[in-house]
């Protein structure tokens, strides 16, 4: 697809759950497929020009997890930007993501945007928090660049879902966070994965987007966990150089194959 004009085009793409071995599976679900199928779609569909990845990267946080990711990016030649979940050893991802292509950076800058990741995990916790300096490097960068509009990523949710379950592993300092951006009017946007569902929220001007899984995804509005036999599914995100941004979530065409639907966890 030919790259429209004064628009730069991101591809999201979270919890993709990545095994040891490329053939095994999750609730019944062989994630290391689903992830290149995605990939695979979407930039036979879209041109891309940055690929954000959000987080529980890896379902076995291993070399090997993270080595396969790497080269399922590195097909595609197309920066790629790595953050880390609850699922995920993020020491491990900066060592084995860690070329100028595709990489753990926390920043970056594409004509009038820039682009921020957020560590919002708590060792040895589902739930999510954002340290001091996690907020320190977002309110410096902030400061450092007012011209440019700004587009943050993290892996947990700062907005409620309604999923009873799901809302008691939201960024516990969330208010934290809204009182920092709270001086940066050019924050534009805030994505993020974990909730495994699409999310298309806004808080004082500011786009809050979850993306849905790249394998499995959990049914809306919960009160437990609960599976949804929606299929796997990305998020194509265009930044204008006016500062608008466009979104839309894509879905691969067939359901997911192996789900264990009826599982209480995993």
Same mark, same amino acid.
């Given at each position: ?115 921020? &990741?957020?560590?919002?995990? *708590? #060792? ?9 300096? $996690?907020?320190?490097? @977002?309110? =410096? ?89 929606? &299929?796997?599914?990305?998020? *194509? #995100? ?9 979104? $839309?979530?894509?879905? @691969?065409? =067939? ?12």
């Amino acid at each position: 697809m030919p790259e429209i004009t004064g628009c730069t085009t991101l591809l999201h793409v979270t919890d993709t759950h990545i095994l040891a071995a490329p053939e095994a599976t999750l609730l019944g679900v062989n994630t290391a497929h689903y992830f290149q199928t995605v990939l695979k779609q979407a930039f036979t569909n879209h041109h891309v020009d940055l690929v954000l990845l959000t987080g529980d990267l890896a379902q076995d946080p291993c070399v090997a997890s993270y080595q396969f990711i790497y080269d399922a990016l590195a097909i595609y030649n197309t920066p790629s930007l790595c953050l880390p979940g609850n699922h995920d050893d993020y020491p491990l991802m900066q060592q084995v993501f860690n070329t100028e292509s595709i990489s753990c950076r926390k920043q970056v800058l594409i004509k009038n945007w820039q682009c921020l &990741s957020l560590n919002s995990q *708590i #060792i040895g916790a589902n739930g999510g928090y954002l340290a001091e300096e $996690e907020l320190e490097f @977002l309110d =410096t960068c902030l400061a450092a660049h007012p011209q440019h509009y700004t587009l943050l990523a993290m892996h947990h949710h700062c907005v409620k879902t309604q999923s009873i379950w799901m809302d008691t592993m939201i960024i516990a300092n969330r208010q934290q966070l809204f009182d920092v951006v709270s001086h940066h009017p050019q924050l534009k946007a805030i994505i993020h994965g974990h909730i495994h569902q699409n999310l298309d929220a806004k808080i004082a001007n500011i786009h809050v987007l979850g993306t849905p899984s790249t394998c499995f995804q959990f049914k809306p509005k919960a009160h437990e966990f609960e599976l949804d036999d929606t &299929s796997p599914g990305y998020r *194509i #995100i265009r930044l204008y150089d006016d500062g608008q941004i466009t979104s $839309e979530v894509m879905r @691969l065409s =067939t359901p997911v194959q192996g789900l264990q639907l009826h599982t209480h966890g995993y």
